[in-house]
């Protein structure tokens, strides 16, 4: 089956993951840019936090105003600045399951999304607004303690989780999808950006999908078959140890859950719905 990775598309194969390390511009860039070594007390702290030290990525990322700084690309799709990475708590910083960062939403129940619709390479698609509806509404009508507001134009404010059109995630238009990061500070994360492949080109229950997944991690979820990425094909593990992980109540555990949401890739024909196991999830957590 056909299946799509949220930094690779449907028809990249599985072997197409190794090369997402890659950064063919890296070397003719004329301007002087920080190393894009990932420091060792980084890599520590990464392997201490139970994410896979094999899959971080030092990376410069341009917001959309166009200022850069360096953040740590783990697990594909989830990015995190250094300081979220050395300030997490290491007892219980990665923990529950369908997994979740010790980090959550709590200095607000309010959560505003604003889909970014401006004149230029970063606006949403028509699909890609109907999508991000379609996600913000399957939040919503799960009644949790925090509640999404979502609109659509060329204005946020800072805590808002601006969704918007970001090329520079993979130069590939037809790899990347999208990539978010976990909260800080009670406060979600506020940028999830989508390749414009996926904005132009995946229907909107894909980007239903892709969007609840990436708003998913925001508010401190991390991939449910995190312990072997098959939802990609993979048999591969997310995380160096065991303990510090604890299943979220009542979620599917170890023998992972198809349907979920916020597994790592998801199928072609996805209804971009909650899995049963998902909405357990949420219910818990907020
Ligand atoms: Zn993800």
């Known amino acids: 089956m056909k299946r799509i990775n949220f930094l690779v598309i449907a028809t990249a194969m599985a072997s197409a993951l190794t090369l997402l390390s890659c950064d063919k511009d890296r070397a003719n860039n004329p301007i002087e840019e920080p190393s894009l070594i990932v420091e060792k007390d980084v890599l520590n702290k990464i392997s201490a936090l139970h994410f896979n030290p094999n899959r971080i ?55 505003r999304v604003v889909g970014y619709t401006g004149n230029n390479q ?44 970001d090329n520079s995630i ?43 997944h990436e708003i998913g991690h925001c508010i401190g979820f991390r991939h449910t078959d995190w312990d072997t990425r098959k939802t990609c094909g993979e048999n591969s593990n997310e995380r160096v140890g065991n303990d510090g992980l604890v299943y979220i109540p009542g979620t599917a555990g170890a023998g992972g859950d198809p349907k979920s949401i916020m597994n790592a890739c998801y199928p072609a024909n996805t209804d971009g719905e909650w899995s049963d196991l998902d909405r357990v999830a949420l219910n818990y957590l907020y």
Do not use: C
Not at 129 to 150: D, H, M, S, W
Not at 188 to 212: C, K, S
């Open 170 to 212: 993979n130069p590939d238009p037809n790899r990347a999808a999208g990539i978010a990061g976990f909260p800080s500070n009670g406060y979600p994360f506020t940028r999830v950006r989508i390749n414009n492949g996926a904005n132009l080109t995946q229907t909107n229950q894909q980007l239903e999908h892709l969007l609840a």
């Open 122 to 165: 970063h606006g949403l698609s028509a699909t890609a607004k109907t999508g991000l509806q379609y996600a913000v509404n399957n939040y919503n009508n799960e009644n949790l303690r925090i509640r999404f507001q979502l609109s659509f134009g060329i204005r946020w404010r800072p805590n808002d989780i601006l969704v918007y059109v």
């Open 57 to 111: 990525e030092k990376v410069m990322i341009s917001d959309i105003d166009g200022t850069k700084k360096a953040m740590y690309r783990i697990e594909d799709d989830i990015m995190l600045s250094k300081s979220q990475i050395m300030d997490m708590g290491l007892h219980g910083g990665i923990q529950n399951k369908q997994y979740r960062t010790n980090n959550l939403v709590t200095a607000t129940n309010v959560i």
